[in-house]
């Protein structure tokens, strides 16, 4: 191959390259604002910079320049660094790989008060992840949090599992002592969302105006699955067809273009959480139905069983039949852990307890669980 035709190749390895490091450098510059996550990937950005150098007989001793134009390689070196130094340090100083903390519940512990919502204080990775989903609906988490010892300005993520006041309202207090977390929120989400019960019609969405007020701290998730910080948490949405059904027989309902309709649960969503144990669910309310969510995990896992269960059933107005039903589906799918509370309601925890004996567990506020 003569000299001119090396270096059209060269140039044209060269132009493609270039775009690939460009394409790295804005994703690297723009990680935080747009949670963009590392990929593999952008490093042939800089394999292609250096074989075009290495092709171009004007450049050949000088090739290993193109290693060196892609930050990428230099985040290769932090990862690695982090991966067999730094992580095994945390590993030892920490051997659970997943704790949770109850921040609220239904359950009072001890001087841990609770009230009528949830908040779960999660650290995933060895404690080097530190995630928030819901904030119940006052600031009882925050003083929980305090008793417990989190300090919750270190949160890096925060969930809202679904659009209701009694997981949304202790955001007010969580946004004024953390500045930097953003707030996962379903598309879905909003200020429309009604219950229709004893005592009449009564709004149940977020304080009004809350949404907007932190529309900068808020991240409008759309996509069927969304990774929160990486790969082994993500969020996924209902794909079972048909929910709204179970929005009427529950009253709830939400208010579109002025008309009420039964509420689909379109701005309910899961955080899975994958350990060396298996698979963990996390889903506040379950409002789409528990079996429907075990179902809608193993679906998008592939997994054959599920090591943990966290979070409110949704099962107060149940009847047995229904209950003894989701029982069944957690003995099918040997779900080994079943730590709920909040919605489920105490004649549902005893039946699941009574069916499933040790592995059913009681949500209250103060608990700890370890999730290897």
Known sequence: MYDKEYMILAGIILCIGLILVCTNIHIQLTAAKRDYYVSMAPFLGGIL????LFICPFTRRFFFLGIFTDLSWWALIYAI????????????????????????????????????????????????????LDAGKSELFYENALKLGVDLSRVKYAVLSHSHYDHSDGFDKFFEVNQKARLYVRQEAGEDFYSNHDDGLKYIGPKKGMLEKYSDRIKYVNK???????????????STEGLAVIGEKARLFKKVDGELIPDDFSHEQTLIIHTKKGVVIFN????????NIVREVLEYTGASKIYAYIGGFHLFVSSDEEIMSFAETLKEVEV?????????????????????????????SGLEIELA
């Open 49 to 52: 910079v250096s074989l075009a």
């Open 81 to 132: 660094v982090d991966e067999f130094i730094l992580f095994p340090i945390a590993k030892k100083k920490n051997p659970c790989a997943c704790k949770v903390l109850v921040l609220a519940d239904n359950t009072p512990y001890n001087d841990f008060r609770a009230e009528h919502g949830l908040s779960l204080y999660i650290e995933d990775c060895h404690g080097r992840e530190k995630l928030l």
């Open 224 to 238: 069927e699955v969304t990774p929160v910080g990486c790969w082994g948490r993500v969020l996924i949405p209902h």
């Open 284 to 291: 506040s309310c379950s409002h789409g139905g528990a079996a």
């Open 336 to 364: 080994e852990r079943i730590i709920t509370g909040h919605c489920t309601g105490d004649h549902a925890f005893e039946i699941l307890k009574r069916e499933l004996g040790d592995r059913v567990e009681k949500l209250h």
